[in-house]
């Protein structure tokens, strides 16, 4: 077996037991950068420990802030240095493979006036649309300079004094929106982000928590923040990445003989159109012990094997669950009828193409699917079979492959596997912990 690649049995049954799943991804990043602007001490308990989190604290170490070891089961601490406290780095700011790291990191600089940075990746994150948030950013008065009209990194950043807007974005994006916000901090006059469709609100939650002075409208896509109020060190309590529980939520629906149950899972409404589109289809998946946990809302799920129908997704439901389209790719394959996807190029500009890699890797297995501009068409009741598949370096791709093997007919071997690292360390002994 090649190196990096795993071997996963076809024709699996009967999971059973109980999963913790790693802490948010989303959160995680956030905790850090608003803990790094902060004045006090910011403790995070749950931090994801997977590599996308590590290159968001190796950036903000560079930029003098201090922030603890982060290892599986160790709260991280994080000194902060106030709104106006960071420094200019001595070397380029790596931020691997982490889009989220690139984009809300030219928000958190681009205010910081008479400084300079250079933000860089991997190849992967070269390739990443990043005008998207320096154009915006740009009217406020920034000055970020880069590849391809500043679209692609490397990325130079003059900080610079900012002007408050009113900044009508062109994707639903909870990055884009984030990256505004945190500008917005610095600059003079308020600012008001108004997005197309309404995007994961996580930041919204965690400012107000540390400080900001934000106003939003939960059932409109409105943001308003005045600058001027100092944020404040907090605990944040990061919840399970409802993302990375998704594989398992389907690995139990298609899986024969299944039940599992997903530990603190992460249930913000800007996240659970997974469960949305999973009810929809027929899926026996139950919440327990609903509760509130640090402004977030967390509870247990349980999933049993269920017969699934098909779907059709698509407008304002994608944000709220574009990281899920692979594995709900998946689900689809074994649904009755047509599962239609669409309005998710999005995923075109991901870690990888994952409508391409995706509709790709499932070909493989005999898997018939249709491939649009902006989405999947996928008919239901299909048998796949056995092959040699590839990640394509993609965290959510790895995964998902994964869960499309153990129901499949013969070995499948899954090569650069490691990729679930990005995301979600543990993956693979959990996999074979249920199993077992």
Not at 135 to 163: C, D, E, H, T, V
Not at 228 to 257: E, K, Y
Not at 379 to 392: H, I, T, V, Y
Request: hydrophobic share 45%.
């Amino acid at each position: 077996m090649a190196i990096g690649s795993k071997q996963i049995c076809g024709a699996v049954a009967n999971l059973r037991g109980t999963i913790r799943v790693p802490g948010d991804k989303s959160i995680s990043h956030r905790a850090l950068l608003f803990g790094a602007i902060a004045e006090g001490n910011t403790e995070i308990e749950g931090l994801l420990p997977a590599e996308d989190p590590l290159s968001t604290a190796n950036c903000l170490r560079a930029m003098g802030v201090e922030v603890s070891e982060i290892s599986v089961g160790v709260n991280v601490v994080v000194k902060g240095v106030g709104l106006n406290g960071l420094q200019e780095p001595e070397s380029i700011l790596d931020c691997g493979n982490s889009g989220t790291t690139m984009r809300l990191m030219l928000g958190l600089i681009a205010g910081c006036h008479g400084r300079h940075f250079i933000l860089d990746g991997d190849q992967s994150l070269r390739t990443r649309p990043m005008g998207r948030v320096a154009k915006p950013l740009g009217q406020m008065g920034a000055q970020i300079s880069g590849r391809k009209q500043g679209n692609l990194a490397p990325l130079a950043i003059a900080g610079a004094a900012l002007k408050g807007k009113i900044l009508h974005t062109l994707v639903a994006s909870a990055q884009v929106k984030s990256a505004l916000l945190l500008a917005a901090l610095t600059a003079e006059g308020p600012t008001t982000v108004i997005e197309p469709s309404l995007s994961r609100d996580h930041s919204e939650r965690m400012l107000r928590a540390f400080g900001a002075q934000l106003v939003s409208n939960p059932l409109a896509p409105e943001v308003h923040l005045q600058p001027g109020h100092q944020l404040h060190g907090q605990r944040v309590v990061v919840p399970g990445d409802i993302s990375s529980a998704a594989f398992w939520l389907v690995a139990g629906l298609l899986t024969p003989g299944t039940e599992l149950i997903l530990e603190n899972v992460g249930l913000n409404p800007s996240r659970t159109g997974i469960l949305t589109v999973l009810n929809a289809m027929g899926a026996a998946v139950e919440c327990l012990e609903h509760r509130v946990v640090a402004g977030e809302p967390v509870g247990d799920l349980r999933v049993k094997t269920s017969p699934l129908k098909a779907f059709t997704i698509g407008g304002e439901l994608i944000p709220t669950l574009i990281d899920e389209i692979p594995i709900l790719a998946v689900a689809a394959l074994a649904a009755e009828g047509t599962s239609v996807i669409k309005d998710a190029a999005e995923l075109r500009v991901k870690e990888t193409d994952r409508l391409a890699v995706m509709a790709r890797q499932l070909r493989a297995m005999g898997a018939e699917i249709e491939e649009t501009a902006d989405g999947l068409v996928i008919p239901g009741s299909q048998k796949l079979r056995g092959a040699m598949l590839d990640s394509e370096t993609d965290h959510r791709v790895a995964m998902s492959l994964a869960i499309a093997a153990l129901n499949a007919e013969g070995p499948s071997q899954i090569a650069r596997a490691e990729a679930a690292a990005v995301s979600y360390p543990s993956f693979w002994e959990h996999l074979a912990k249920i199993q077992a």
